[in-house]
Nanobody, 127 residues
Framework: QEQLVESGGGLVQAGGSLRLSCAAS????????MGWFRQAPGKEREFVAA????????YYTDSVKGRFTISRDNAKNMVYLETSNLEPEDTAVYYC????????????????????WGQGTQVTVSS
């Protein structure tokens, strides 16, 4: 079973950047597609980005395309979310999550497909 711990959140001005990290502690990290989600106050949790088990397939929600980059290092059991040109609308708690898929190229945007979740890291973007 994977345990996920996010880090790297903080307070940043609009236009700034943050690198979010997610460390997985289990032995089967490579068996999971990984995703980043976020939840703003008073809003539902939403999909941000996903990466396949191989790392070759990536997908982003439209609002972050061109600004966020997801990556993973299977040797280090890490997944990252590089954020740039941040906007106040990006303010949220960011969660990483693991999707147990047998496909090396598949990813999911659905919350229900993710079985392991981290505790979240707060990102606050000031205008």
């Amino acid at each position: 079973q994977e345990q996920l711990v996010e880090s790297g959140g903080g307070l940043v001005q609009a236009g700034g950047s943050l690198r979010l990290s997610c460390a997985a502690s289990g032995r089967t990290f490579g068996s999971y597609a990984m995703g980043w989600f976020r939840q703003a106050p008073g809003k539902e949790r939403e999909f941000v980005a996903a990466i396949s088990r191989s790392g070759f397939t990536k997908y982003y929600t439209d609002s972050v395309k061109g600004r966020f980059t997801i990556s993973r290092d299977n040797a280090k059991n890490m997944v990252y979310l590089e954020t740039s040109n941040l906007e106040p609308e990006d303010t949220a708690v960011y969660y990483c999550a693991a999707d147990p898929t047998v496909s090396f190229s598949r990813f999911s945007t659905r919350i229900v497909d993710y079985v392991h979740w981290g505790q979240g890291t707060q990102v606050t973007v000031s205008s």
